[in-house]
């Protein structure tokens, strides 16, 4: 390393030092997003790029073609319409809960309570867990013959098939993902209750304020900017989910459950006909959600520095 | 009531009335464990099962298997039964044979005696017993040895990469300034938003264009090079302090040992914080390995999980057990590193 520092100067060796990381940035992020692009506006079945033909912006009017947005079985291309509206439901529902569940489970953990340490472990642990490992779990027990059904049984009720049925299959999807992630929103939503200042804590002792006043008019408010970005996180989080459904319900029943990410691979890699260009079009759709939500995320976290 | 006052008198040593939300707050935490510790414990107890005691329902809570005996003049061993005989007496008999309804019994202890008995009239008796030959047994019938090390490869080499071009990095954009420092500052920002799902296809075709398909360094490579990684680091870097780097550059130290003799081991607790990172996230990594490994030699245990709960739904006992071994390793992380790693994720927010 000293010849090439004597050759280039010790200040250009800063080059050196940033070279293989922007080597791999370079060949996995930055090169596959240009890519993608050329993708999206091609045809055709090969895979190496100046073999495609141009056919400019047709995947996306193919995706777009749609008797009624509302109505995925009028478009052209339903799975994938299937997918944004499931994707919707399953954020919508998941945010909610995720923020609802994560925010007691913080407000109870910033508790004077024996064990915290413990406690936060608790809900932590699943966030370790793969998303493979997750579903399995869950399927295990949401089985026809499971633990689940066998409570239900046992308190007088009639077994239900968790995954034959398309509500069930979304609400089990939805409740999956809380359990596995809510743990890290905790944490935020945690160390967030944990920079609001004592004294105005101890100032309201003083006053007597009641418990909920004390909640409503000091806690929540100052918590309001971790809340952004837990919800912002989530968002993008979500409408990224992929693995744990897929492993869960395979997108069943029928096209229940099925994710937009779950039709970018299978139109991409799992399909007989593996269509590239239509996956990377709709990679480009989902990309731009994304992009919106993460520029949302930037806001959110400078508000917070403020 | 009792557990309140007790826990009442515990928080509140000045003698505070115990308000009702403590009560809550604890059996909400109540709740909290059985809801997500049991979900994990109910697998582990359930992978000790046999595949027969996995099929009855309702299931018991803990793994049972019958009791088995030998008897004298038998060839094989044979079941135990607590049998209520005709004439009211209870009596543990081995079944010899089963015949429609009828059992054919005969007692342990003196197998000249034989009976017949009416299959609902005797009961299996059992203890509990852990079915180990769920784990021992995918080790000879699939290649889960092959998964296991496919994935402990790809999680070891993949995370010393990680460290290693991420730091280098990170030491560039904390110690040097230089024409450019911003685009490449941007650059890493902007890395941060994509993620591997939206360009699934191109990178794709990158790692075969360089004939990767298929090969372990395919899931290495393309994620070596994490923003977080850089800005986790990056961030510690800062803090250390500058007159440390000067006065090696007076002693005639290189740039790149003062990168790696002084810079690295002063940066150990950030790099640590990344490497548990990083092994989770290849541990766990599902969707880029089932794309880009298509050879069932190559998968990854997770790869290899998901295929297997596609072909194996009738046999939960080696999936539990396989199951269970990919949750281990992370779970003794847990146990071992959870203070560090629960600040370490609160400090970062990052996954």
């Not at chain 1, 529902?93 to 925010?103: D, G, N």
């Not at chain 1, 959600?289 to 806001?299: E, H, M, N, R, Y």
């Not at chain 2, 290649?143 to 995370?159: E, M």
């Not at chain 2, 904390?174 to 296809?201: N, S």
Request: proline share 5%; with cysteine; net charge positive.
């Amino acid at each position: 390393m000293r010849w090439l520092q004597r050759l280039i100067g010790a200040r250009r060796m800063a080059y050196v030092f940033l070279l293989p990381n922007f080597v791999f940035f370079g060949l996995f992020v930055f090169l596959p997003i240009g890519i993608n692009v050329v993708f999206s506006v091609t045809g055709g079945t090969a895979l190496f790029p100046s073999e495609r033909p141009y056919v400019g912006s047709d995947q996306f009017a193919y995706l777009f073609d749609c008797g009624s947005f509302l109505d995925p079985s009028t478009c052209r291309e339903d799975h994938f319409w299937r997918g944004v509206a499931n994707t919707a439901k399953f954020v919508a529902f998941q945010v909610t809960a995720m923020v609802l569940f994560s925010l007691v489970t913080a407000l109870v953990l910033n508790m004077k309570i024996r064990g915290r340490g413990f406690f936060r472990a608790v809900y932590f642990f699943p966030v370790l867990l793969s998303p493979v490992v997750v579903a399995l779990i869950w399927k295990w027990i949401l089985q026809r013959d499971g633990l689940l059904n066998a409570a239900i049984t046992t308190l007088g009720g009639q077994k239900i098939l968790f995954f034959v049925d398309p509500g069930w299959a979304m609400f089990w999807a939805v409740f999956v993902s809380v359990w596995a992630h809510m743990g890290f929103y905790t944490l935020i939503l945690l160390a967030g209750l944990q920079a609001i200042p004592a004294d105005l804590y101890e100032a309201a002792e003083m006053d007597a304020t009641p418990r909920w006043r004390v909640l409503t008019r000091i806690t929540l408010p100052l918590l309001w900017p971790n809340m952004i970005v837990v919800i912002v996180l989530a968002l993008i989080k979500g409408a990224q989910t992929f693995d744990e459904v897929f492993v869960l319900t395979g997108g069943g029943p029928g096209t229940a459950t099925l994710m937009v990410v779950q039709y970018i691979y299978e139109t991409g890699f799992a399909s007989q006909v593996q269509n590239f260009g239509l996956a990377a079009a709709a990679s480009v759709v989902l990309g731009a959600v994304l992009f919106v939500l993460t520029l949302l995320q930037f806001a959110a976290a400078r508000r917070k520095e403020i | 009531m009792r557990l309140g006052i007790l826990l009442g008198q515990r928080r509140n040593g000045r003698g505070r009335p115990l308000h009702w939300t403590d009560v809550a707050a604890y059996a909400y935490l109540a709740l909290g464990v059985v809801l997500m510790f049991g979900p994990v414990l109910w697998l582990v107890l359930s992978s000790f099962k046999t595949q027969s005691a996995l099929l009855e329902f309702p299931p018991s809570f803990l793994p049972f298997a019958q009791v088995e005996v030998t008897v004298p003049g038998q060839p094989q061993k044979l079941p135990l039964f607590r049998t209520t005989l005709p004439d009211g007496t209870v009596r543990e008999l081995a079944q010899v044979r089963r015949v429609g309804l009828i059992a054919q019994m005969v007692d342990p202890a003196d197998p000249s005696k034989q009976f017949r008995v009416a299959i609902d009239k005797r009961e299996p008796v059992r203890r509990v017993a852990l079915a180990t030959e769920n784990y021992t047994e995918p080790l000879q019938r699939f290649a889960f040895l092959r998964f296991l090390f496919n994935s402990v490869f790809v999680t070891v080499v993949a995370t010393l990469i990680t460290l290693l071009i991420n730091s280098m990095a990170a030491y560039a954009l904390a110690i040097y300034t230089f024409p450019g420092k911003q685009a490449a500052t941007l650059a890493v920002i902007g890395t941060l938003m994509i993620p591997m799902t939206i360009i699934l296809v191109p990178v794709y075709l990158v790692v075969t264009e360089f004939g990767l398909a298929n090969s372990l360094w395919a899931v290495i490579l393309p994620g070596a090079a994490t923003p977080t990684g850089v800005f986790l680091l990056r961030q510690y870097m800062l803090t250390l302090p500058k007159d440390l780097i000067e006065a090696a550059r007076m002693d005639k130290a290189s740039e790149w040992q003062i990168y790696w003799r002084i810079v690295m081991p002063l940066t150990l607790p950030a790099l640590a914080v990344l490497a548990i990172f990083s092994i989770m996230w290849r541990w766990n990594e599902f969707l880029w390995p089932l794309a880009v490994l298509t050879k069932t030699e190559v998968y990854t245990l997770q790869i290899a999980l998901n295929a297997f709960q596609g072909e194996l739904q009738t046999q939960w006992h080696y999936l539990l057990a396989m199951t269970v071994v990919t949750l281990a390793p992370v779970a003794l992380v847990f146990v071992f590193l959870q203070r560090f790693i629960t600040t370490g994720i609160g400090s970062t927010g990052m996954k």
